[in-house]
């Protein structure tokens, strides 16, 4: 609904994102080979739950960002019902 | 510690799993590129979740493989507490 | 650090939110009885997980009543920073 | 569905989850508290989200003595199939 140039990821934190992605899909690249290869179950579980652990983190890197952009641009706009019930919406997918 | 060969993920899920491994490879890779792109935040975050609940449903499968595999086995042969002091360990690490 | 009479939980919810946290204190209290007759340990791990979840719902309440409130008009007064920095932390101590 | 008497917590552990118990139920109170007060969201918020880590502590020293007790003699009474399966129903109302 808001055009894309008003709600770019902060540019500083782009190239951080992307690279913490790389490393996530690589990681899930690796469980598929662990399990491929019949690697332990545990050993699996953990290298998921540090995928995602790092999937998460990613995720609380774009929430702050969009709560300092968009939310507050928002806000500010007078746009805050819309902009609210949105990040409502999306912490409630995250608990 | 155990053998490889006893604790073989159950062939039949192998091929479920790694195909849901790979599809979830996808989805990290399409959260990058919306990021590159600069998409929505929230549509990103939507991704994010979609991929972590997806990562979830295979370390449950894996979890339950591992309950009714090794530690049933673990258990019988006597060796339960290092089974199960491994798997509450890593129960702790996805609550 | 803000007067109170600015952050009073929205006054058609308290006692909505009262009556949960006396059934949620209920709750407990059966939970403890249960352990204390010995009741089976599986009945008594579903009321803990029924208790969370209605913990959980106070505080997406509480939540959203804190950001419709409060966090809107940090920002509208232009005191956003403070604000915003607390709201990520509540959140990331959620998730 | 088996006899109480099987299913015990382990009586060492019952006293320190009573005691738990009690102290959650008196964080609950304080929170019914704060709200009657208008104490200020976040700080309620932090409140609740301390609350709900004492009730997951206690729901995984639970977990804990129900694998070590009833899981590992449902295991060993070639009972596995029915208790495995509750286990895994109950991992999953906690993840």
Redesign the interface.
């Given at each position: 609904m808001?055009e894309?140039?008003e709600?770019?990821?902060h540019r500083s934190n782009?190239d951080d994102?992307?690279k913490r992605?790389?490393r996530?899909?690589g990681q899930?690249?690796g469980?598929?080979k662990m399990?491929?290869e019949?690697?332990?179950?545990?050993d699996?579980?953990?290298q998921?739950?540090a995928?995602?652990a790092a999937?998460?983190q990613?995720?609380?890197i774009?929430?702050?960002?969009?709560?300092?952009?968009?939310?507050?641009r928002g806000?500010?706009e007078a746009n805050?019902d819309a902009i609210?019930t949105?990040?409502?919406d999306?912490?409630?997918?995250?608990?």
């Open positions: 808001p894309t140039s709600h770019l990821v782009k994102l992307v992605l790389n996530i899909e899930v690249r469980i598929s399990i491929s019949d690697k332990y179950c545990v699996i579980l953990n998921i739950a995928a995602r999937l998460d990613v995720g609380l774009i929430l702050e960002g969009h709560v300092r952009g968009c939310v507050v806000i500010k805050e609210v949105e990040l409502l999306v912490i409630k997918r995250f608990v």
